[in-house]
């Protein structure tokens, strides 16, 4: 697969991008692994979840508020604290919750529940986390900054993100609900790149095929040959795409204008 002797980690990106426009790689199977070696670079702090959108417990709260808070958020891991938010105790397990209630000896306190937890500096790289992670069978763990407070937590689906791209579940916040495809005042349209290939079709009388690529993100990504960035252009059959928002793993929508029929 690789031409030559590659010298250092741009040379070999490069020689797999060149596999890639020869048809020896997909462009998921690139992204994946760009996003496999630039995760040896990247940090806790690049990927974690901050401290203000952390769902945590107060180790004093009565079981049932700590059940609507499990129900509502929909986690299976939380961060339980004492007085201070800074002063975790443990880990509670949404498993472990169902589990006691089960049994019909439902407990008097979730301090009956805790489990350890990992305490991590932001600074640690994320593929060593990652192998932590899968030693240890252990999924999240709390980020502290310099001064010991919190400042984060991160779940090894945070990291497997930064490799594969993002992992939604049903309990994720997506664009579901929203139009993939909306009409812009200027008479072009802003196209979701997770727009199925058959929707865009029905839509507009293309017949893109979708034997490859499921979505249309997939399809201009890999009409562009690479991961592209915010502004950059392609014109497919009598469909011409701009990127409007991009991130280091996946485009996320674009700009979409159709030229007349002849």
């Given at each position: 697969m690789l031409s030559g002797e590659a010298q250092n980690r741009d040379e070999v990106l490069d020689e797999l991008r060149t596999a890639h426009a020869n048809g020896l790689l997909s462009a998921d199977t690139l992204r994946m692994i760009e996003g496999?070696?630039?995760?040896?670079?990247?940090?806790?702090?690049?990927?974690?979840?901050?401290r203000a959108q952390i769902v945590a417990i107060d180790v004093e709260a009565p079981m049932t508020e700590v059940i609507a808070t499990v129900i509502e958020s929909g986690h299976s891991r939380f961060p339980v604290h004492g007085e201070d938010r800074?002063?975790?105790?443990?880990?509670?397990?949404?498993?472990?919750?169902?589990?006691?209630?089960?049994?019909?000896?439902?407990?008097?306190?979730?301090?009956?529940?805790?489990?350890?937890?990992?305490?991590?500096?932001?600074s640690k790289r994320l593929n060593v986390l990652l192998k932590e992670f899968r030693l240890s069978r252990n999924h999240m763990a709390i980020v502290m900054d310099e001064y010991g407070g919190v400042s984060g937590l991160i779940t090894i689906e945070d990291v497997l993100e930064q490799i594969v791209g993002e992992i939604d579940d049903e309990h994720d916040d997506t664009q579901a609900e929203a139009p993939h495809i909306s009409a812009l005042p200027s008479g072009?349209?802003?196209?979701?790149a997770l727009t199925p290939i058959d929707e865009f079709n029905e839509q507009f009388?293309?017949?893109?095929?979708?034997?490859?690529?499921?979505?249309?993100?997939?399809?201009?990504?890999?009409a562009i040959s690479h991961l592209p960035e915010p502004g950059e252009e392609l014109s497919l059959d009598r469909f011409h795409f701009r990127v409007a928002s991009a991130d280091a793993r996946r485009v996320h929508a674009f700009v979409m204008h159709v030229a007349a029929n002849d």
């Open positions: 496999a070696i630039a995760v040896s670079d990247q940090q806790v702090a690049d990927a974690m979840l901050p800074d002063d975790i105790l443990g880990i509670l397990l949404a498993k472990d919750l169902l589990r006691a209630y089960g049994s019909g000896e439902p407990p008097a306190s979730v301090r009956q529940l805790l489990r350890p937890a990992t305490v991590i500096p932001e072009e349209f802003r196209v979701d009388g293309s017949n893109f095929s979708d034997d490859d690529y499921d979505t249309i993100g997939g399809l201009v990504t890999d």
